[in-house]
T-cell receptor, first 117, second 111 residues
Framework: GAVVSQHPSWVICKSGTSVKIECRSLDFQATTMFWYRQFPKQSLMLMATSNEGSKATYEQGVEKDKFLINHASLTLSTLTVTSAHPEDSSFYIC?????????????FGPGTRLTVT | GDSVTQMEGPVTLSEEAFLTINCTYTATGYPSLFWYVQYPGEGLQLLLKATKADDKGSNKGFEATYRKETTSFHLEKGSVQVSDSAVYFCALTAGAQKLVFGQGTRLTINP
């Protein structure tokens, strides 16, 4: 149980275009979803937290107009990277929690590798 | 702010060797502590957790004890297998929603 999927698993886009990444909880209702960014050989950096039906809370230094997060249902959250640039190339990981993350029980998706050319 | 520090990797061991991956933390309040594992090509999975001082989390032969006096949560396994090769992340949450991760330790087990 507690499976989280991401789509696509990898994407290549041209500089200046926008890319949407989907995160779905397949067998539970995710009250909260988290979006992380992982650089090569480095830890996960939390980008934002989104509670279903509410606006996302962004971490300091993360541009909310560039990384648009929507959490419209209890099973789906999307991250849209707008006007992507090569420096946005990274591994993006989502996680989902059914208890608003208060106990730290987050279930992680397999990640999406974004390459901006 | 809250932070987690893990031992530098990569770590390479032979099969059946004893494993220790050190993890120390800094936090206000009383955090819960976690070890996550990321196998090649897969998402992070919760390996074990402990929610209060002196608790021992265990799973798949791995153990870690929450040591408040030394602010540590070291991961141990008595006899590693090739299938344990992965990246291991120590993490904490201290009441807020978010997890704070260490930098990860890449473990390779040779047959």
């Amino acid at each position: 149980g507690a499976v989280v999927s991401q789509h696509p698993s990898w994407v290549i886009c041209k500089s200046g275009t926008s890319v949407k990444i989907e995160c779905r909880s397949l067998d539970f209702q995710a009250t909260t979803m988290f979006w992380y960014r992982q650089f090569p050989k480095q830890s996960l950096m939390l980008m934002a937290t989104s509670n279903e039906g509410s606006k996302a809370t962004y971490e300091q230094g993360v541009e909310k107009d560039k990384f648009l997060i929507n959490h419209a249902s209890l099973t789906l959250s999307t991250l849209t990277v707008t006007s992507a640039h090569p420096e946005d190339s990274s591994f993006y990981i989502c996680s989902a929690s059914e208890d608003r993350g208060l106990k730290g029980e987050q279930y992680f998706g397999p990640g999406t590798r974004l390459t901006v050319t | 702010g809250d932070s987690v520090t893990q031992m530098e990797g990569p770590v390479t061991l032979s099969e059946e060797a004893f494993l220790t991956i050190n993890c120390t933390y800094t936090a206000t309040g009383y955090p819960s502590l976690f070890w996550y594992v990321q196998y090649p090509g897969e998402g992070l999975q919760l390996l074990l957790k402990a929610t209060k001082a002196d608790d021992k989390g265990s799973n798949k032969g791995f153990e870690a004890t929450y040591r408040k006096e030394t602010t540590s949560f070291h991961l141990e396994k008595g006899s590693v297998q090739v299938s344990d090769s992965a990246v291991y992340f120590c993490a904490l949450t201290a009441g807020a929603q978010k997890l704070v991760f260490g930098q990860g330790t890449r473990l390779t087990i040779n047959p």
